[in-house]
């Protein structure tokens, strides 16, 4: 079991360096006409103007008093469209799995607190309780019986599981919301599979009631 949640977390901390070395940046002028303009500031003269150079190796200088506002932000370039079917799929797979595929700093966030939900639920639900009992009773005259009976706790296996199905359900769920939101963002709007419905049917099962997620794309 301990080798088991060894390979887990090296697979965890793998997708999450992938992840974040998937993350190019670059620079990002917002103009008060409502403009955007991404590339590379190589000149900026205070209080002045501001130069930059766009991937096809045009530059523009533009004044202060036409900038709305200057940042960094992950560039679109780099930016490939995600598969929300794919994201699913990893999701399902190891909860966090979608969100490491899909990148970003907020996804790779979601992806280790739903990855760690479950390892800390599964390590929680194989940890058992077993207490020994004593008894002791009379069955008659002159008759006298003792022993001890092992017992075990399921409170833990309870907490356990929920946890694990509560971040497995997380990570199916937004994983491919997070891959659609990524698709619009890197191509403005186009056209892209969506999810049509999602749903959670109930069944009955030997220990109670079992559920199962359902995804409906078009």
């Not at 607190?113 to 639920?121: A, D, E, K, L």
């Not at 399921?154 to 907490?159: A, H, L, N, P």
């Amino acid at each position: 079991m301990r080798r088991m949640l060894l390979l887990l977390v090296a697979v965890l901390l793998l997708g999450v360096n992938t992840a974040l070395a998937q993350q190019a940046m670059q620079d990002v002028i917002y103009l008060k006409n409502g403009s955007v303009v991404r590339g590379v500031i190589v000149e900026q003269v205070p209080n002045s103007s501001v130069k930059i150079r766009t991937s096809d190796g045009s530059e523009f200088v533009y004044p202060i008093s036409d900038v709305l506002k200057m940042t960094k932000e992950a560039s679109l370039q780099q930016t490939s469209r995600k598969s929300p079917l794919g994201a699913f799929a990893l999701s399902w797979l190891f909860p966090g799995g979608g969100q490491y595929y899909n990148g970003g700093t907020s996804n790779v966030v979601k992806g280790l607190i739903q990855s760690g939900t479950w390892i800390g639920g599964a390590v929680l639900a194989l940890h058992l309780d077993t207490q020994t009992v004593s008894y002791s009773y009379s069955c008659g005259t002159n008759c006298y019986e003792s022993g001890s009976n092992q017992e075990t706790d399921y409170k833990k296996f309870d907490i356990g599981l929920g946890m694990m199905v509560g971040a497995s359900l997380w990570s199916m769920v937004d994983a491919p919301l997070s891959a659609m939101s990524i698709n619009k963002k890197a191509q403005g709007g186009a056209h892209m599979m969506v999810i049509h419905g999602v749903g959670l049917d109930a069944y009955p099962t030997r220990r109670g009631v079992g559920a199962q997620l359902s995804y409906q794309f078009r």
